[in-house]
């Protein structure tokens, strides 16, 4: 069973930077790289939403358009670890951010389904003040 532990969520203002981090474990033979990841929020009253999401070797990468041109995703396979890199923050990017693996391929998936993904994280809460 895939264990993934989400960190690094804060309070920060309004144009700040926050790098979430999600580490997995638990992979028994399977290898970090085998899981396409993801990271999703969730604002109180509101349904869970894609932000960004990353194959097992990095070679595809999408974003949301709420978030694109302000986050970054990366993985490190070798510490079994994604990582989301939020710059300009706003207000509206308050929510509780989950990490997502799935054991499959990203390309041509329905990766902006919480339906098509296997494991999930506890979340880490981001609040962006204005």
């Known amino acids: 069973q895939v264990q993934l532990v989400e960190s690094g969520g804060g309070l920060v203002q309004a144009g700040g930077s926050l790098r979430l981090a999600c580490t997995a474990s638990?992979?028994?033979?399977?290898?970090?790289?085998?899981?396409?990841m993801g990271w999703f929020r969730q604002a109180p009253g509101k349904e869970r939403e894609g932000v960004s999401c990353?194959?097992?070797?990095?070679?595809?990468?999408y974003y949301s358009d709420s978030v694109k041109g302000r986050f970054t995703i990366s993985r490190d396979n070798a510490e079994n670890t994604l990582y989301l890199q939020m710059n300009s923050l706003k207000p509206e990017d308050t929510a509780m951010y989950y990490c997502?693996?799935?054991?499959?391929?990203?390309?041509?998936?329905?990766?902006?389904?919480?339906?098509?993904?296997?494991?999930w994280g506890q979340g880490t809460q981001v609040t962006v003040s204005s």
């Open positions: 997502a693996a799935g054991r499959r391929r990203l390309y041509g998936g329905d990766y902006w389904s919480p339906d098509w993904w296997n494991y």
């Open positions: 990353i194959s097992g070797r990095s070679v595809f990468r």
């Open positions: 638990g992979l028994t033979s399977d290898y970090f790289d085998d899981y396409a």
